[in-house]
T-cell receptor, first 110, second 114 residues
Framework: TQLLEQSPQFLSIQEGENLTVYCNSSSVFSSLQWYRQEPGEGPVLLVTVVTGGEVKKLKRLTFQFGDARKDSSLHITAAQPGDTGLYLCAGEKAGNMLTFGGGTRLMVKP | GAVVSQHPSWVICKSGTSVKIECRSLDFQATTMFWYRQFPKQSLMLMAT?????????EQGVEKDKFLINHASLTLSTLTVTSAHPEDSSFYIC??????????FGPGTRLTVT
């Protein structure tokens, strides 16, 4: 079983729509990171959230860390085809090891 | 900054042979590097933690005699898949940790064992 559950697993939307991806766990993490990965490439770090309740914005992407530091969400406003990819959340625990969620595969159609 | 490279980017080998994959941090020193495996349409699974100058720490279920890890310098870790079999075919990704404890990922190596 995944320590971090991501939902939805797959999402296909039209350009311009909004979407939210969730990352949930029963464990507390010292920090939580969001990555985007394109086929045949390594994950690229989008953001790191550390403080419970923290909200970070990266252009059209808004990341939130739950108050209890067990869950997080990624909201994309006005999605574009260039947002297409695999979005991964990863929780950091002792030893700086990352545990990845199952991923959300996003496709934005023009 | 914080660039991590992997070599080769893809490799095809015959069953029973060994393959070495290199992970380099190009512009920073990394005392700790991590090796992950990713099967198609799945997430990353941590295989082992590689520490410079010491033995690697393997995750449960990962055979240390099959996946040999050597972290010989502060900028290089290698993963050798010994006696590879078709079920070892996967996308292998490394990451290197900066002094600020941020992990940067390499571009991955696609291994196909025939």
């Amino acid at each position: 079983t995944q320590l971090l559950e991501q939902s939805p697993q797959f999402l296909s939307i039209q350009e311009g729509e909004n979407l939210t991806v969730y990352c949930n766990s029963s464990s507390v993490f010292s920090s939580l990171q969001w990555y985007r990965q394109e086929p045949g490439e390594g994950p690229v770090l989008l953001v790191t959230v550390v403080t419970g309740g923290e909200v970070k914005k990266l252009k059209r992407l808004t990341f939130q860390f739950g108050d209890a530091r067990k869950d997080s969400s990624l909201h994309i406003t006005a999605a574009q085809p260039g947002d297409t990819g695999l979005y991964l959340c990863a929780g950091e625990k002792a030893g700086n090891m990352l545990t990845f969620g199952g991923g959300t595969r996003l496709m934005v159609k023009p | 900054g914080a660039v991590v490279s992997q070599h080769p980017s893809w490799v095809i080998c015959k069953s029973g042979t060994s393959v070495k994959i290199e992970c380099r941090s190009l512009d920073f020193q990394a005392t700790t590097m991590f090796w992950y495996r990713q099967f198609p349409k799945q997430s990353l699974m941590l295989m082992a933690t590689s520490n410079e100058g010491s033995k690697a720490t393997y995750e449960q279920g990962v055979e240390k005699d099959k996946f040999l890890i050597n972290h010989a310098s502060l900028t290089l870790s290698t993963l050798t898949v010994t006696s590879a079999h078709p079920e070892d075919s996967s996308f292998y990704i490394c990451s290197a940790m900066t002094r600020a404890y941020e992990q940067y990922f390499g571009p991955g190596t696609r291994l196909t064992v025939t």
